[in-house]
């Protein structure tokens, strides 16, 4: 089985930082692209960022200049270190990966349980 666990998510001020981790374990074989999802109350889930298995990232413009998106192929993890935080980043934010379990030659999509980020004004 493969599992992406997360985990730094938090309560911050306004202005503070926080830096997400997602790692993906089990039996896999290779990781394609991975990213960062937010989710708020009442609205629909939306990508924060993303990064290929090539270093190609990509941002919401609500973040651009201030998150950055990372992973570390050797741990099969990707990051987000989030700066300048606001009150409209708080979300539960999701870790996401398209990969190929081993053995498998079919690419899935995997969801992290989610890690709640609070900003307070």
């Known amino acids: 089985q493969v599992q992406l666990v997360e985990s730094g998510g938090g309560l911050v001020q306004a202005g503070g930082s926080l830096r997400l981790s997602c790692a993906a374990s089990?039996?896999?074989?290779?990781?394609?692209?991975m990213g960062w999802y937010r989710q708020a109350p009442g609205k629909q889930r939306e990508l924060v960022a993303g990064?290929?298995?090539?270093?190609?990232?990509n941002y919401a413009d609500s973040v651009k200049g201030r998150f950055t998106i990372s992973r570390d192929n050797a741990k099969n993890t990707v990051y987000l270190q989030m700066s300048s935080l606001k009150p409209e980043d708080t979300a539960v934010y999701y870790c996401?990966?398209?990969?190929?379990?081993?053995?498998?030659?079919?690419?899935?999509?995997?969801w992290g349980q989610g890690t709640q980020v609070t900003v307070s004004s």
């Open positions: 990064i290929t298995n090539g270093g190609t990232t």
């Open positions: 089990g039996r896999l074989s290779s990781i394609n692209t």
């Open positions: 996401n990966a398209d990969l190929f379990a081993s053995g498998s030659v079919y690419l899935r999509t995997y």
